[in-house]
Every structure is written in structure tokens, then in C-alpha cells.
């Protein structure tokens, strides 16, 4: 059976992933993809026009194969308030599958290491969603006083980092559960109005 560009492709972003969980962002280059794939640079340069690409095409993938990205979408069908409470607790139930990933992205991108990019990417793309959450809460005339929709973003955004999820569960051992439980529930009584 012939190997097709999609199947390779899809056999880097995989390897790709599984060698930068296992040893950081920083320690793992082009040619280690490539070997570990069993290609060529070269054919890494066919599909990713360099290794920033790789590594924003490895966390989408990531992102969409985990289901999270579809899970993420369906939150939208719920009411206002609803979505943003499920959009929070599925990213919270996400944390512990990519939490060595994540971190070694945002090592990256506090060092200035091009995988940096893909960190920036994926958390653009979290508080896009925030936003669009935040939005229809807003519009349903939830949101709490005192908030614009930008900063009540920003907001529940700077909550759901992994770094704090790091130092509370990982290195504080709390329960992922009871931590999930407890920044649901502060993040929402701080942005979100009482119902009627």
C-alpha cells in the first residue's frame, strides 16, 4: 500500500508531538522528527515551510485528533453562560493530555525559541474562543458589571492558562477535579451576572 502525503504528514505531526512531550521544544529538531518518522528533511520541507510551522501544524493537529477542538465547537450550541461554564471545563479536562506539551511551548516562547510561535498560536486561539463565549454571554445580557467584553476575555483567558493548572495541580496536588470545580465557579461569579 503506497504512503500518501497525508499520511506522512499526519505520521510527522504525530512524531513530532510524542518527541516534544518526551523531551521539550528546545531539545528536539527538524532532523529528530525526520529520523524518528523514518523521512527525510527534505520531505519535512515539502510539507512545513520551516520548523515554527512544524510545530503550530503539530499542537492544531493535536488540538482537532484529541477531539477537543469539536467538543470546544459543540459548547457553542448551549445557552450563553452554559457554553462558557463547558468551554472551561472541557479546556480544564484537556490540561492534564498536553499539560508537558503546553509547557515546553511556553518555555519556547519565553526564551525566544521559534516554537514559541505555536504557543502563541494555540493561546490565540483559546482566548478567540473565550471571546466568542464571553461575547454571547454579553449579548444575553449576562455579564456582570464593570466588564467589557475584551477584558472579561482577557480575563477568563489569564484564568485558564496551564501554568496556573501546573503549580495547583501538579505542583500543589490538588485534585484536577476540585481545582476545576473551584476556577469554574470563581471565574464565573466574577464575569458572569446573577440570573433573574
Do not use: C, K
Request: aromatic share 8%.
Amino acid at each position: 500500500m503506497a504512503v500518501t502525503r497525508g499520511d506522512s504528514r499526519a505520521r510527522i505531526l504525530d512524531t513530532a508531538w510524542g518527541l516534544v512531550r518526551e523531551r521539550g521544544v528546545g531539545a528536539v529538531t527538524v532532523a529528530d522528527i525526520a529520523a524518528a518518522t523514518g523521512v527525510s528533511r527534505q520531505l519535512l520541507y515539502v510539507h512545513f515551510e520551516n520548523r515554527a510551522g512544524l510545530l503550530v501544524a503539530m499542537a492544531r493537529r493535536h488540538d482537532a485528533r484529541s477531539g477537543f477542538a469539536g467538543r470546544a465547537a459543540e459548547a457553542g450550541s448551549l445557552p450563553p453562560v452554559a457554553a462558557l461554564e463547558r468551554l472551561l471545563r472541557l479546556w480544564f479536562a484537556y490540561l492534564p493530555e498536553i499539560l508537558p506539551v503546553a509547557r515546553a511551548l511556553e518555555a519556547a516562547a519565553i526564551n525566544g525559541d521559534e516554537g514559541g510561535l505555536a504557543w502563541r498560536d494555540r493561546m490565540d486561539d483559546l482566548r478567540a474562543m473565550f471571546a466568542a463565549a464571553v461575547d454571547r454571554v454579553e449579548r444575553d445580557g449576562r455579564l456582570a458589571g464593570g466588564w467589557t467584553v475584551p477584558e472579561a476575555t482577557d480575563w477568563v483567558w489569564a484564568r485558564a492558562q496551564p501554568a496556573t493548572f501546573a503549580h495547583l495541580v501538579g505542583d500543589r496536588a490538588w485534585p484536577a477535579a476540585g481545582y476545576t470545580d473551584r476556577a469554574v465557579a470563581s471565574i464565573l461569579s466574577e464575569v458572569v451576572a446573577p440570573g433573574a
